[in-house]
């Protein structure tokens, strides 16, 4: 921005010098006022000029409440039947880890409740004891807290936990889970976004190319 305490200094006010020209240089372009007066436009007005609207805008809800419907379609294949009770909030209950989502979070279908549960830090195959805390009604399912490991999954290999604040900072979720294991479910998670949500049918949709493995099976994330 033009500071105009200089701008407007006349001979004799911003120079004290004797004997210097004071007269303006005629083919000097003059100072346009006017070219600052709008502000510029800040970095996130410039990403979201970037955003395609055209295409749906997910968030991690919407991609998770994507999958709970679909595990709820594969397990429960008639609305006639009657729903048992539904589970109280804060008991504990064990179950199975059927398969891991977008997210990151394992799902459980529990037959006995016919209730979707979503736990952190679970892979397919472990059975777990787990804390519901909360219910949503649609799609409905439960979030829980995990609480231990009653039965590993044959993937399971807590050996290559490699950091004492896994499970607790949030930045990773897959320590348990072997590395080339890890890359087959990224690869997943894209081929799933274009199955949902890009609209393309299945001859439009690009092959989705094997992940490429990071130098890096630790410390390569900054948050």
Known sequence: MVNDNLAMNGPGDGDKSKGRDQTRNPHKRPRN????????????????????TSWPQCSNEDVLHAEV????????????????ERPSLFDEREV?????????????F??????VFVIPFCIPGDSVKIRPYRHVEQPPHYIADFLSVVIPSPQRDDSLINCKYFAACGGCQFQQLPYDQQLVHKRGIVEKAYARFSGLNAAQTPTVRETMPSPLQYGYRTK
């Open 96 to 108: 199975t880890i059927t398969t891991l989502s977008s997210t990151g979070d394992g799902l459980a």
């Open 69 to 84: 419907r679909d595990l709820i379609k594969q397990n429960i294949r008639s609305d006639s039947e009657a729903d048992p």
């Open 33 to 52: 006022h006017q070219q600052h007066s709008h502000p510029k436009p800040s970095r996130q007005a410039k990403k979201q000029k970037l955003v395609d």
């Open 110 to 115: 529990d037959p006995a409740t016919r209730q």
